[in-house]
Nanobody, 123 residues
Framework: QVQLVESGGGLVQAGASLRLSCAAS????????MGWFRQAPGKAREFVAV????????AYANSVKGRFTISSDNAKNTVYLQMNSLKPEDTAGYYC????????????????WGQGTQVTVSS
């Protein structure tokens, strides 16, 4: 199993940027894709972005496309989520997840997930 630890959340004003990190350890070779999800209080979990370890293929939710960028550093077993032009509606707990493929992760079929990091955007 892959262990995932997120970091980088915080409280920012609308329009600011944050970069989240997700450090993976353990059986990282067993997961081909890494993704980010978010969940706000009282709302359903929402897919944000996903990337493959191997070829850097990516996919994004429409709500973040053009503002968020997912990337990976294979040497560090770390996935990043660069979040620009943040909006109050981006406020949520952000969770990193590992899965077998982009489609699996995007559908919420995880092998592993982290404890999350809170992002709060004030207006």
């Amino acid at each position: 199993q892959v262990q995932l630890v997120e970091s980088g959340g915080g409280l920012v004003q609308a329009g600011a940027s944050l970069r989240l990190s997700c450090a993976a350890s353990g059986r990282t070779f067993s997961s081909n894709a890494m993704g980010w999800f978010r969940q706000a209080p009282g709302k359903a979990r929402e897919f944000v972005a996903v990337i493959t370890w191997s070829g850097g293929l990516t996919a994004y939710a429409n709500s973040v496309k053009g503002r968020f960028t997912i990337s990976s550093d294979n040497a560090k077993n770390t996935v990043y989520l660069q979040m620009n032009s943040l909006k109050p509606e981006d406020t949520a707990g952000y969770y990193c997840a590992a899965g077998a493929s982009i489609s699996a992760v995007a559908r919420g079929l995880f092998d592993s997930w982290g404890q999350g990091t809170q992002v709060t955007v004030s207006s």
